[in-house]
């Protein structure tokens, strides 16, 4: 098993987090909902999960890393975050300009397709960064955790 319990309820939460801020400035500014709104809704979410993806699977290496043995959890979950940053910024800032494009330039018809990706991506970065991070830690995920998994396989390969 490639990640473990901790890892896939704290994603599901971040993802949850998105959706709801995003039905819910459509519902605080009464802009209308449609498919298009939808689609981006579901976009959002495959930014959301491959995000939240890329910075747990930094977290599972750190762990596994001789160098972050000797590192609290907190310390380990910081660096991951840190060394993600700027393939974060990067990714999402390039997609975040297409997409505000996308609002400006692309008439009614992609407005809300995109204001639902403008809204979400801001907040999928937010959550995946700010939100499923730390509830790795409150449910109280150690190095134990992952090093079982390591031990598991070992002993399943001899």
């Not at 979950?77 to 997409?99: F, K, L, P």
């Not at 809300?112 to 959550?127: E, H, N, P, R």
């Not at 955790?145 to 001899?158: G, L, R, S």
Request: hydrophobic content about 55%; overall charge neutral.
């Amino acid at each position: 098993m490639r990640f473990e319990w901790r890892f896939a309820v704290s994603a599901i939460i971040a993802n949850m987090h998105d959706i709801v801020i995003i039905l819910g400035c459509f519902a605080f500014f009464q802009w209308e909902f449609s498919l298009t709104v939808l689609a981006g809704i579901l976009a959002v979410l495959g930014y959301s999960v491959n995000e939240s993806v890329v910075v747990f699977d930094r977290i599972r290496e750190n762990f596994r890393k001789p160098a972050m043995r000797g590192h609290t959890v907190p310390e380990v979950i910081d660096n991951a975050i840190t060394a993600t940053m700027s393939r974060t910024i990067i990714t999402h800032g390039s997609t975040e300009a297409m997409v505000v494009s996308m609002l400006v330039f692309g008439g009614a018809a992609l407005h809300g397709f995109s204001m639902a990706l403008t809204i979400g991506i801001v907040f999928g970065i937010y959550s995946s960064v700010l939100v499923a991070s730390p509830l790795l830690l409150m449910f109280g995920l150690s190095r134990d955790n992952i090093a079982k998994e390591a031990k598991q396989k070992e002993e399943i390969v001899v």
